[in-house]
Structure formats: C-alpha cells, structure tokens
C-alpha cells in the first residue's frame, strides 16, 4: 500500500479552515456559527454548522474545478480501488447511474439494461434519450426474484441488437447476489462497448479477498457505488469509476458538472474522503472482523427454528457468480409470519429495522460498524420474534398467475416522459400507451413503463395481483381504477 493511504487531503484541510475560525460574511448563511437553531442543535450537536465550509474558505478545493486537495483526495480514492479514475458524487449513486447513462450512450442509441434496476437507471434512460432492450427478470423460484443478469442472455440480446452502444447491470443487487461482471466485461469489449456497473450495494468489495470483486477489478468501465450504503461516509456520498479509454474522463467531468450541484457539501466530500483512507489503511482488518461477524449471524440464525439465512448456496443458479457475505437473506415464512409481519414485530417490539422486506425475506446487512453485541442483539431479537408464532393473518405474497411478456415499446422512456398524457379507466386503456411506471410491489418490478402499449394480458395480470393484496407502486391512480395514457385531453 502507498503510504499516502494514510493521508486525508480533503479532510484535514477541511479541519484546518475550521480552525482558522473566519469572519465570514458569504455563503452559507449559517457563518459556521453553532446554535443558529436549537433543534438543529437538538439534532446534530451545536457544531455540525463549523464544519460546514465551501470553496470561499481559504484551503477548501472545489468539486468541480479540484486543484488540490480535493483533486489529491479523488487520486487517492482511484488508487485504493485500482481505478483509473475516480469522483466523488454528492448526489448518491442516483447521480452516479444517470451520468454514466449520459457518459456511454446518446438520443437514439439502443442501451441493455435489465427490468430490475434502480429508478436512477430509468432517470438516466429519460435523460439520455438511449432505447432500453430490457434484459427479462428471471426470478429465482426461492427467493422469488431476479437475482442476477446471465451473460448468454445478454450475449443473445446482442445478437438481436448488434447495434447496441452500452450494457448495464446491477450487481450486487439488494440480496447481495453478483452476476458474473467480468463475463459481461469480456462480451461488452468483444463487441466494442462498455459495461457501465450499479454497485450501488458494493463499496466494501474492493478491500478484502475473501469479497467477491468488485465490478473495477475485472474489467467494467463505470462502476458506481454508493460508500454512504456499505462504508462509514454520509448518506448521500457515493464514487463513479472510470477504466479504460471507452468512455472519454473530460466527458464525465462535463456531465457530472452539469448534474450535481454547484455547491457540493463539504461534509459529504470529506467523509468520502475519510472512507477510501480508513478502507484502503484498515479496511482488511475490518473487513476480516464484518466478514466473522455476518458468518457468526448467519449460523446462528440458521439455528432458530424456522428461519434461515441464505449464503453461497444460490451461487451457479439463474446466473448468480457469487454473493456477498455481509449480506444476510433471512427467509422468515417457516415460522407463520411473512416478511413484513416478521419486520414488524422486530420494529415494534425490539426497534430493530432491516435493510430491506420482502413477503419472505427480511435483509440485514453487516458492515465494518457492528459488533457482536449488536449481532447478538439482531440474534436474541429474531429468536424471540420466531418464537411467539403470531401467524400472518392475510397474505401478502405475489399470486400465481404467470407475469405476461415485456410490453411493447412504442416511445423510448425520453420520448414518453415529454409527451402529453391524459386519464382513462384502466379497464378500457387496451391497445393504449401507458404513460406511468405501473410496478406490483412485490416484487418491484416494473410491469409497465412510460411509452410502453398496454395489452389485453397485461390488464388482466395487473388487477388480479391488485386484487389479490398486491401493492401497486408508480402510477398516480394506485387502485388502478384510472391509468395515464399517452395523448392530450
Ligand atoms: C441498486 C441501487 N442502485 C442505486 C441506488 C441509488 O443510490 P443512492 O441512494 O446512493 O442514490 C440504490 C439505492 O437504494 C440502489 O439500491
């Protein structure tokens, strides 16, 4: 390791500037001063304000034109992933997947990406104006959802689609399941195209072997990853990777300046900052001790009776490569209860609360913040919680009436979300275009998408999974009685 690791450029000039106590008269408005607001004060302390400087306080770099130490610190990170470069994103991985949509792929230019992404993967088709071929969500029968994106269905669309610009996966995605990235690299390069990566879910995979790798290290092209999800930084403070000479760096530059705020928060730079040294330092030690810990919670929740914790088993099926070990996939239905039964109680009764609720599973995931007295808590709680056998008393799992087929696309996603829409029953909008995100909750994904015709089949399946208990998540109209269509009034 460099031993400039050590080192947090962003962050100590930060402490400097603080300490050089300014007479202020410019932004913010807050002048540093503490206890300008009591309940601010009653939230954060009185000196959450001190720290909180821009580019005007002498030694405190800027985002967009970093010079110094904001420049240094972004090297810094890039070399602890083994990137070629780095940003700092101050807009989560959100702005993240919308600036790498905009980085590869233009007006017009077909884009692979699969049904199951994050809405920011949506916001950058909007704001690209590319036309998604959708990868089709194969659930895993257990776990009742898409797990991860298989590189012969991605090798197949692309002979559909040879004109194709870009690929784009999630992986890990909410369970911790990783499609093989380095196989969807090596497809993407032999067609000449990037492989742009959500690791939205896995900052931690660059700093331990016994991890599976990170999307940087076998060959993806932009890599996203949101260190405020996994790693110590704040909420909101994510890292773009760029590798290869694919994708032009002055173009990310452009585009990630034209999307993130011109006031970039200090705070959330610096606990970026803080994160790549503390990881690239410590972070195998660390990392040892999360990697013991979640093999510990898995073991012992696997001991209580009805409940088990999902590890590598899934690994080779529906195109799983590997799952992350600090993710724990907690089936809960042997014991009764559903997933947000089970969640419920655990919120309730011992005010302890997930990551992430399904009708069957609740996920937690372990980071480098917890401990074994807190893993004994979540242990001691879901024991408890098992134990008591309150049955579910309604259910709250998808029917079993099969899925229809992925809608036709009419306008792309841009096209759809300028056009003008109007208000119809839903039970008469056949043959219509929808102009509205219709997706059932579980298992959250979407059914219907803005610019996509709305058919027969698909009105059938979306009132039977509402009629059967199924949230509907999207549209304005979530009873579905009414449904935006494209088309003036
Ligand atoms: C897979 C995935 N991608 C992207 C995001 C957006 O990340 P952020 O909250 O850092 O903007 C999320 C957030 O939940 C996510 O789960």
Redesign the pocket.
């Known amino acids: 390791m460099n031993p400039q690791q050590h080192e947090t450029p962003f962050l100590s000039n930060l402490i400097k500037a603080r300490d050089a106590h300014e007479y202020s008269f410019h932004m913010p408005g807050h002048k540093f001063l503490p206890g300008h607001h009591p309940l601010m004060t009653a939230l954060a302390g009185d000196l959450i304000f001190e720290a909180d400087m821009n580019e005007i306080s002498p030694g405190v770099d800027y985002l967009h034109a970093a010079k110094g130490a904001l420049r240094e610190a972004q090297r810094l990170q890039a070399e602890a992933v083994g990137a070629d470069h780095s940003f700092f994103?101050i807009?989560?991985?959100?702005?993240?997947?919308e600036a790498s949509m905009l980085a590869a792929v233009h007006d017009g230019e077909t884009v692979i990406v699969p049904r199951a992404?994050?809405r920011?993967?949506y916001g950058g088709l909007i704001l690209s104006g590319a036309n998604p071929v959708y990868v089709p969500p194969v659930s895993h029968p257990q776990v009742e959802f898409p797990l991860a994106v298989a590189v012969d269905t991605v090798a197949d669309l692309l002979r559909q689609h040879p004109e194709a610009k870009a690929i784009q996966i999630?992986s890990p995605?909410?369970y911790g399941y990783l499609s093989d990235v380095g196989g969807l690299a090596r497809l993407a390069h032999d067609h000449g195209i990037p492989l742009l990566v959500?690791e939205?879910?896995g900052a931690h995979l660059p700093f331990h072997p016994d991890l599976p790798p990170s999307a940087i290290q076998v060959g993806a092209d932009l890599v996203?990853q949101?260190s405020?999800?996994t790693l110590g930084a704040l909420?909101?403070a994510?890292l773009l990777h760029l590798n290869g000479s694919l994708i032009a760096v002055s173009g990310v530059e452009r585009i990630l300046s034209l999307m993130q705020s011109s006031s970039p928060s200090s705070l959330l730079t610096a606990s970026l900052d803080a994160a790549r040294q503390q990881m690239a330092t410590e972070g195998h030690a660390l990392l040892t001790e999360t990697i013991r810990l979640a093999a510990y919670a898995r073991e012992g929740i696997r001991a209580i009776p009805g409940l088990w914790c999902y590890g590598d088993e899934l690994v080779g099926e529906y195109g799983v490569f590997a799952h992350d070990p600090t993710k724990l996939v907690i089936r809960v239905t042997d014991t009764g209860m559903n997933g947000h039964t089970f969640a419920t109680h655990l919120a309730e009764e011992h005010n302890l609360f997930g990551e992430f609720v399904d009708p069957k599973h609740i996920i937690c995931s372990i980071t480098i913040a917890d401990d074994e007295a807190r893993v004994d808590y979540l242990l001691n709680a879901l024991h408890t919680v098992a134990a008591q056998g309150k049955p579910t008393t309604t259910e709250n799992t998808l029917p079993s009436l099969a899925a229809p087929a992925l809608p036709q696309m009419v306008m792309n996603p841009r096209q759809a979300n300028f056009a003008a829409s109007r208000r119809m029953p839903f039970s008469q909008a056949v043959g219509q275009i929808c102009a509205e995100q219709i997706m059932p909750y579980p298992p959250g994904i979407p059914m219907l998408l803005p610019g996509e015709r709305i058919d027969a089949d698909m009105v059938d399946y979306l009132r039977y999974v509402k009629a059967n208990g199924v949230a509907i998540v999207g549209p304005e109209d979530t009873s579905l009685e009414y449904v935006r269509v494209i088309g003036g009034e």
């Open positions: 994103l807009n989560g991985s959100t702005v993240g997947n992404a994050h920011s993967v999630t995605n909410y959500d939205a879910h996203v949101s405020h999800k909420t909101q994510a």
